[in-house]
């Protein structure tokens, strides 16, 4: 089970950090993905981790301003998201996969737990 928390309302060009916390024994197989799904639009890809937290992945759109993180001790993944714009506002999701492959998955298909969004609304 996730949850995901930290959202909120952030001005342009600043930042929000957003953590997804795992119920669990084995989080450290888990790779894990952030994706967001903005009003009208499909969900995307923002960023992902593997399990041991040594291969990341990012969006185009994301790359140099998000990072993604995780503690394996705490079960947490973290987004960082710093120089923030209104086309970032969307419900940000956390999802995860148990699985031997060390490497991330930038598309949901290769996720099956999900955790209630969270949203983030960036204004101008």
């Known amino acids: 089970q996730l949850q995901a928390f930290g959202g909120g309302l952030a001005q342009a060009g600043g930042s929000l950090r957003l953590s997804c916390v795992a119920s669990?024994?084995?989080?450290?197989?888990?790779?894990m993905g952030w994706f967001r799904q903005a009003p009208g639009k499909e969900r995307e890809f923002v960023a992902a981790?593997?399990?041991?937290?040594?291969?990341?992945s990012y969006a185009d759109s994301v790359k140099g301003r998000f990072t993604i993180s995780r503690d394996n001790a705490r079960n947490t993944v973290h987004l960082q998201m710093n120089t923030l714009k209104p086309e970032d506002t969307a419900v940000y999701y956390c999802?995860?996969?148990?699985?031997?492959?060390?490497?991330?998955?930038?598309?949901?298909?290769?996720?099956?737990?999900w955790g209630r969004g969270t949203q983030v609304t960036v204004s101008s």
């Open positions: 981790i593997s399990g041991s937290g040594g291969s990341t």
């Open positions: 669990g024994r084995t989080f450290s197989r888990y790779y």
């Open positions: 999802a995860g996969r148990s699985s031997t492959y060390s490497g991330t998955y930038d598309h949901s298909r290769y996720y099956n737990s």
